[in-house]
């Protein structure tokens, strides 16, 4: 790769980190992996930047690598699972008090399976189309809606999440 | 009534996630993990490359050094036309054809045909033929250390059954044969694997209660009982005892094949395209593209495959020595090869694949370890050839002869 590349990999690799290891922390909730997949996913960037840069849109290539890590992550860790013979302890979520929202939410978020996650961020946090979603995901436009469908239905039947909610639908 | 609303939903998680700062991206670490992947992509790119070159370079270069070195000799799949094969074997000439009795069907009777003193001793004791019905006057199977013969005559001639026959044993050798008993014509006397005994098939009258179900007994080959009679099942022909207690049988229908365990009843295992089977092996050879041959030896359960020269498992003409333990093979077309059912070892014979326009005649002298083959041109009887090989060998040692009559017992006679 010529310098001129690096200095452009390098640019666009200071300008995405923190949005990258923010959609890595909402699909995980958890800071060390999100870092991690940020830095998988401008890693894979760099092995074949040239390539991206001509294909235009480094920024949906880079977000593809970082959901399908995070996928790829789970998947393993499932497969990694030890059983156990006594039922963990379910984690306290604070939903009664209302003062965090930003708690709730995220622990909203964090109950959803992984794919309607990652359905959720990137159509309504990055907002981006159904048709986006499906081509980020490698999924149909289809899965998208219908995961969308049902993360938004369980979001709803989040009791804490409706509080400070200017607008009310339904 | 819900008061969650998913328009709010990205700013709520942008304010969510205004608290998550991070420092600068680890640039040295990236760029690093970077040049990794780049690495593993291009060696992985170059192996692709590199196979491909092999898969595409290996059938092409083949192709190019059969085209210059003409046909390559194969033992794995020779695949030689039958008109261009040899019509005659080929192997260390001999003087004197080795000595061997033949077991020749006459018209009315049958003959031991001794190849040393080139001359014919009658066998005694055998039912004598009034009315055949066969090409032949009477059939012959491979008993442990002899044979039996069943006189083909006409249905209504013999009075022991429906679909019976006589059946006698011909000791090896013996110019007297004892009467086994009355069998069904299907599947009368059959080996089984203790020396001196045979499993004998009759049907019982058509009037009894268990008509149509045939029954099977082990006697000694002077027909004296040796154990209980057992009801066999339907639809299956007997075609010898295996192991200790176990009976092997061919669907009359099709070519499977049925291991069946006499006291419950029951089978023990299925089998299809069963070869040859020895007093505790069963040999048999699957559909398939490549020719192999798989023994299974019942005492210890434990199947060998062997790979055999030749491309169609179908129609093998097959001998199995006496104990089971060397199994001679010949695809149509192809050359002999002996397979060793203990260690599954393969000896392909040289010299034994011949033209079609030839016959050829193989069998274990006496059931033992001494292979002899015979061969001859059709139509054209001026010659033959008698062969023998023994494990060791290397290669056939033949013999030529031209006495016409010799020819024409060899050609229409058992060797064994």
């Not at chain 2, 001359?119 to 044979?147: C, K, M, N, V």
């Not at chain 2, 203790?194 to 007994?217: D, F, I």
């Amino acid at each position: 790769m010529d310098r001129a590349a690096e200095a452009e990999f390098s640019e666009f690799m200071d300008g995405r980190w923190l949005q990258l290891v923010r959609l890595g922390y909402v699909l995980t909730g958890d800071r060390g992996l999100a870092e991690d997949l940020a830095q998988t996913a401008l890693a894979r960037a760099y092995a074949c930047w040239p390539q991206i840069r001509r294909a235009g849109d480094p920024d949906a290539y880079v977000r593809r690598v970082l959901v399908n890590a995070n996928h790829t992550r789970f998947r393993k860790r499932r497969v990694a699972e030890q059983l156990t013979g006594t039922v963990p302890e379910p984690p306290l979520v604070d939903v009664g008090d209302g003062s965090d929202d930003r708690v709730t939410l995220m622990a909203a978020l964090m109950r959803l399976p992984v794919g309607q996650r990652s359905v959720v961020v990137l159509r309504f946090w990055l907002d981006m189309t159904e048709a986006q979603v499906a081509e980020a995901l490698g999924c149909s436009v289809g899965t998208v809606k219908t995961q969308g469908s049902r993360a938004l239905a369980k979001l709803r039947a989040c009791p804490g999440l409706g509080e400070g909610v200017s607008r009310e639908l339904l | 009534m819900s008061c969650f609303d998913e328009q709010d939903l990205g700013q709520r998680v942008d304010g969510a996630l205004a608290t998550i700062t991070s420092g600068p991206a680890p640039a040295a670490a990236i760029v690093a993990r970077g040049r990794r992947i780049r690495r593993r992509r291009r060696a992985a790119r170059a192996g692709v490359a590199v196979l491909i070159a092999v898969a595409v370079a290996v059938p092409v270069a083949s192709a190019v050094h059969g085209a210059l070195s003409g046909p390559r000799p194969s033992l794995e799949h020779p695949t030689p036309r039958p008109d261009r094969l040899p019509a005659k074997m080929t192997g260390l000439p001999t003087p004197t054809a080795p000595a061997f009795r033949l077991l020749v069907p006459t018209l009315k009777r049958v003959v031991w045909y001794s190849t040393a003193a080139r001359h014919t001793e009658a066998i005694g004791g055998l039912a004598p033929i009034t009315q055949w019905t066969g090409a032949q006057s009477y059939g012959f199977g491979r008993l442990d250390g002899g044979w039996w013969a069943m006189a083909q005559q006409a249905p209504t001639t013999c009075t022991c059954g429906p679909g019976a026959q006589e059946f006698y044993f011909i000791a090896d050798g013996s110019l007297t044969a004892t009467r086994i008993g009355a069998g069904y014509a299907g599947d009368g006397a059959n080996p089984a694997s203790r020396a001196g005994a045979v499993w004998l098939v009759n049907q019982p009258p058509a009037t009894a209660k268990n008509a149509g179900s045939p029954r099977a007994q082990l006697v000694s080959t002077a027909g004296r009982p040796l154990g209980p009679r057992y009801t066999l099942p339907a639809g299956y022909l007997l075609r010898r005892g295996v192991g200790s207690y176990l009976l092997l049988f061919q669907a009359t229908s099709n070519n499977h094949f049925l291991l069946w365990d006499p006291r419950t009843g029951r089978a023990v295992r299925r089998f299809g395209n069963v070869i040859a089977a020895g007093p505790e092996q069963i040999a048999w050879s699957a559909g398939c593209r490549g020719c192999r041959v798989q023994v299974l030896n019942v005492p210890t359960g434990k199947t060998l495959t062997t790979p055999i020269p030749g491309r169609q498992p179908a129609n093998l003409t097959t001998a199995i020595s006496d104990d089971g333990t060397l199994l001679a093979v010949q695809p149509p077309g192809g050359g002999l090869s002996v397979v060793d059912t203990a260690t599954g070892a393969l000896t392909v014979i040289p010299g034994t694949a011949l033209s079609n326009a030839t016959w050829q005649n193989f069998g274990w002298l006496d059931g033992g370890h001494q292979l002899i083959v015979a061969a001859g041109t059709n139509n054209q009887p001026g010659s033959a050839q008698v062969a023998s090989w023994q494990p060791g060998d290397a290669r056939l040692r033949i013999a030529t002869i031209h006495n016409q009559g010799e020819i024409a017992r060899l050609q229409a006679g058992t060797i064994g």
